[in-house]
């Protein structure tokens, strides 16, 4: 295979479509719009980092500045935590919208997120927000398709194809001439986005510098495959048409099919063969499985009323106002535990359903390079599902500790005589409520977000592959006429 003939290829298709004025206005749009999605996305992201920083602050400024309270009484007064954005969900803003942003943490009870970007907005946020990353995913496939539908069905309609034949071009050098030509025209509009992307990385570097710049590489690396790959197809395609319309409609086709039919189908399906239980069924259930295990509220309760008695056989006591510590810290403290374990199991199995659903489009990935690179973009941005359940089980961790050092501080230094969490006798000290440490999210690590992709990652390469197995070994069976 002759270098030189493939680069001449590129190089004429290049050429002939930059001089296109056509092409021209197409660039400039899509330029001017990418621009207008940047600087709106931006603005948004700094307008919510601001307003979730300033509302944790005076979260924060509230719990601190509590007077000496009982600490039961200031485990019910909780404190609210925000889940600050990545900064890449500039780029990606995957599942932000529908996801929400603030959850109160209180003792014995796990609340929800609440106060997401959908619930405010009309029902045209449900067609997705328009961000970066769905120009390069939608967007420029479509122009990727309409420019080179006709690379090579229409030098078979002019004869041009035989006449370069004739001369000694292999028809692998013309199907890879054409594919890097057009490759090298998608430049021309991925190029922007990723300076857009590299300049949100340097600019938005709040996390540890390596750990952004190593994301935006691997995002940079996974669209260009993807970009090279939808080259490689749309020369495959116009090489086995008969005609230009012919390779054009049967792009359009891969378009609908890959990119909106399947995408589409594969989350219906998944949620009528993995059902999850409403927000208000999952709460029923939780109260409901507390109900059969014991109130910790409830002196008389035969639960815990069975665990009073064993505590005081242990200390050889005959009532709870013996005891060397509080017995309502105590009893509180295990009925918390206990609330605890079971909110996790049911919470759980409402995860696994969630992620069952997921499980279509996740094994969708193998066949369509779109799911693939989707995936890997809003888990590299920080915006997918497993971003938000981290996000979730950090808060909850959080709630816990937090409540459990309230009942340790109520068995420590409150008097078993005390009635009641009423009153300024029977306090703590204000200062402890300064010592338990602010919530500070952690994202997920980058090589746990890559194992978690690694079948998107192998999609992406075996259909490279693919494109290049049938470019170079599988040419000869393209007609040239």
């Known amino acids: 295979m002759s270098r030189n003939i493939v680069v001449l290829v590129g190089t004429q298709f290049f050429k002939k479509t930059f001089s296109t004025k056509g092409f ?144 000694g071009a292999e028809m692998k050098e013309i199907l890879l001439g054409k594919t890097v030509g057009l490759f090298l025209i998608s430049s021309l509009f991925f190029i922007p986005s990723f300076l857009a992307l590299w300049g949100i990385s340097y600019l938005e570097n709040q996390t540890t510098y390596n750990e952004i710049i190593i994301r935006t590489l691997c995002i940079t690396v996974s669209y260009l495959l993807f970009f090279m790959i939808l080259c490689g197809i749309t020369v495959v395609v116009s090489a086995q048409s008969k005609n230009s319309s012919k390779a054009l409609l049967s792009l359009l ?57 064993s505590v005081l056989k242990v200390h050889k006591v005959k009532d709870v106002k013996e005891l060397p510590f509080n017995y309502g810290g ?77 009942n340790a501080l109520q068995m420590k230094f409150i008097s078993n005589k005390a009635k009641g969490s009423e009153g300024k006798t029977h306090v703590v000290d204000k200062t402890y409520w300064k010592s338990f440490p602010d919530f500070t999210y952690q994202y997920i690590p980058i090589f746990q977000i890559l194992s978690k992709n690694l079948l998107s990652v192998i999609s992406l390469l075996f259909w490279m592959l693919v494109i290049i197995l049938v470019i170079t070994r599988f040419s000869n069976r393209f007609k040239i006429i």
């Open 330 to 406: 105590f009893i509180m403290s295990k009925g918390e535990a206990q609330t605890a374990e079971i909110y996790k199991k049911q919470y759980e199995k409402l995860i696994e359903s969630y992620r069952n659903q997921n499980s279509i489009t996740q094994n969708l990935v193998v066949f369509n390079p779109f799911l693939a690179v989707k995936k890997i973009s809003m888990s590299l941005a920080g915006t997918d599902f497993d971003t938000y359940v981290n996000f979730l089980d950090q808060t909850e961790q959080y709630r816990y500790k937090q409540s459990q050092q309230m």
């Open 24 to 167: 021209l206005i197409l660039l400039g749009v899509f330029i001017m719009v990418l621009c207008y999605v940047s600087i709106n996305s931006w603005n948004a992201y700094k307008t919510r980092h601001h307003a979730i920083k300033e509302h944790q602050v005076k979260a924060r400024e509230s719990w601190e500045n509590n007077p000496d309270k009982h600490p039961h009484r200031m485990a019910h007064f909780g404190t609210f935590v925000f889940r600050q954005q990545h900064p890449l969900s500039i780029f990606d803003s995957g599942i932000e919208s529908y996801t929400g942003n603030a959850i109160f943490l209180e003792a014995h009870r796990q609340n929800t997120a609440n106060f997401s970007e959908a619930s405010l907005q009309t029902g045209l946020v449900r067609f997705g927000d328009f961000s970066i990353a769905l120009l390069l995913q939608l967007i420029l496939p479509l122009i990727i398709f309409f420019i080179g539908y006709a690379a090579i069905s229409e030098e078979k309609e002019k004869s041009i194809l035989k006449i370069s034949y004739l001369q």
């Open 253 to 309: 086709g891969i378009w609908l099919l890959f990119f909106i039919i399947i995408p589409k189908m594969a989350q219906t399906v998944g949620n009528y063969w993995y059902p999850n239980l409403s927000k208000i069924e999952f709460k029923a259930a939780v109260e409901a499985e507390v109900s059969k295990k014991g109130d910790s509220h409830d002196s008389n309760d035969p639960y815990f009323k069975q665990l009073r008695d």
